[in-house]
């Protein structure tokens, strides 16, 4: 019944259709109450969310501190000639005395015959042409017109680098799942790799909502509130990982919030919405959504912060629509969101840590929705905060975890055993 409950869409629910539910169902399309369960919730965020370590490629100039998600070979010999390691003479090797004929540079090709006996002047990584059989460094010769005496009988191959001594044209350069740092972009460089394959940043992109907000570091005028869930938002990814994130802003107004989600959803992985979603007159985010053809997966949570809070899917994007009250908010995206992108990064769908703690507080819950109550870890219990109010962040901000009240526990007595689940620090 609870699935029906969430298929529902009153909007084209059949007069058949009501008369099958029961009267509960009846009593919850009348006043448009359906919501789903904190579980259940979460069920619905696992089976609708994908791994997006889709491979992307990218220019390897840009592809600094991520990873490989596929193999990368070389395309060339490195070297891909015989190459002089130093400034001196490349000679074919005889006895101490060498007739100097030529010279090569870094960059010119080698063609020049030498034979026995004879020598080039050769430069630090300069071809050694395929006659020459040693580079002698200039510290060690002794130069008179165009002979010159070695100390020693150079040893064959001396200061020459084989061609493809460090890697061969086709072998395997860096592995998938190698984290890419300066010099790994500059290996690739080296190897002519222009594009690599990448695990892709998850690109999360956040809206918010409301003619109220006004910028922080701007002039407060009447009747405007400064503007916090983006940055809040921002931050709570940023203690998850990378994300590659847009911020955009829209009016309470119909078709400027249509256009602005529309603009979000392409080529995102996430769509966070701040703010209206709820049933004001001047919330228009849930009606955008459904006339862009977001698919509704759920509307509303059987919870206490954040019972509107919408969840849906265009395509394989995923759409939060959180409310905007910034407690509710930030609640929502660590019991939801965060899932969702743990899901999204391919690590299994971890959630924030839960644990079981003795609770110092009493609490008496209101109503039968399930709640999340700010509070403060202290060695091996926990406290309730005061001003658990869904507009305040004072809590908030000091609390580092939340305990969880399932809709069926009425009340917390001191001591009891509680829910708690543990906020990134
Ligand atoms: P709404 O969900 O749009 O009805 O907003 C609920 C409450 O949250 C209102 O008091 C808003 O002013 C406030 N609010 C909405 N969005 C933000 C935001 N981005 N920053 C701070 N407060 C907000
Ligand atoms: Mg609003």
Request: charged residues 25%.
């Amino acid at each position: 019944m609870t699935r029906l409950y969430r298929d529902f869409d009153l909007r084209n629910t059949t007069i058949e259709q009501v008369l099958i539910c029961d009267n509960y169902a009846l009593y919850l399309l009348r006043y448009n109450e359906i919501m789903i369960e904190v579980e259940k919730a979460l069920e619905i965020i696992q089976e609708n969310t994908n791994f997006i370590g889709k491979k992307k490629r990218v220019m390897a100039n840009e592809a600094l501190r991520h990873v490989l998600s596929e193999d990368v070979f070389s395309k060339v010999d490195m070297p891909p000639f015989r190459q002089s390691a130093m400034d001196g003479y490349a000679v074919n090797v005889k006895a101490n005395d060498y007739r100097v004929i030529g010279e090569v540079k870094a960059g010119d090709e080698a063609t020049i015959e030498i034979k026995e006996g004879e020598a080039v002047r050769i430069f630090t990584g300069a071809a050694v042409p395929d006659t020459a059989n040693a580079v002698v460094i200039q510290e060690r010769v002794t130069r008179k017109g165009n002979v010159i005496s070695l100390e020693d009988v150079p040893k064959l191959e001396s200061n020459i680098r084989p061609k493809g001594e460090q890697i061969r044209k086709g072998e395997i350069a860096l592995e998938s799942g190698m984290k890419l740092n300066a010099a790994a972009i500059g290996y690739l460089n080296m190897l002519g790799v222009v594009e690599v394959s990448l695990v892709t940043k998850p690109v999360v992109k956040i809206i918010t909502t409301g003619n109220e907000l006004i910028k922080p570091g701007t002039e407060l005028t009447s009747g405007k509130i400064y503007e916090s869930n983006s940055a809040m938002l921002q931050s709570a990814l940023n203690e998850i990982g990378e994300f590659d994130v847009e911020l955009l802003k829209v009016e309470d107004d119909y078709s400027r919030t249509r256009e602005m989600i529309e603009k979000a959803l392409n080529n995102s992985d996430m769509l966070l919405v701040s703010g209206g979603i709820s049933v004001g007159d001047y919330d228009f985010v849930g009606k955008a959504l459904r006339d862009l053809g977001v698919k509704e997966l759920f509307y509303k949570v059987n919870q206490k912060p954040g019972k509107p809070l919408f969840y849906g899917k265009k395509d394989e994007v995923s759409v939060f629509a959180l409310p905007g009250n910034p407690a509710s908010a930030l609640t929502c995206f660590y019991v939801y969101v965060h899932k969702a992108l743990q899901g999204q990064l391919g690590n299994n769908f971890k959630e924030l840590k839960r644990v079981k703690l003795k609770s110092a507080s009493h609490f008496l819950k209101r109503g039968t929705r399930a709640q999340f109550l700010k509070a403060s870890v202290v060695g091996d219990s926990v406290m309730i905060l005061e001003g658990q109010s869904s507009a305040m962040l004072k809590t908030y901000a000091l609390a580092n975890a939340l305990v969880y009240v399932p809709s069926d526990l009425d009340k917390i007595e001191v001591d009891q055993e509680v829910e708690v689940i543990l906020l990134p620090l």
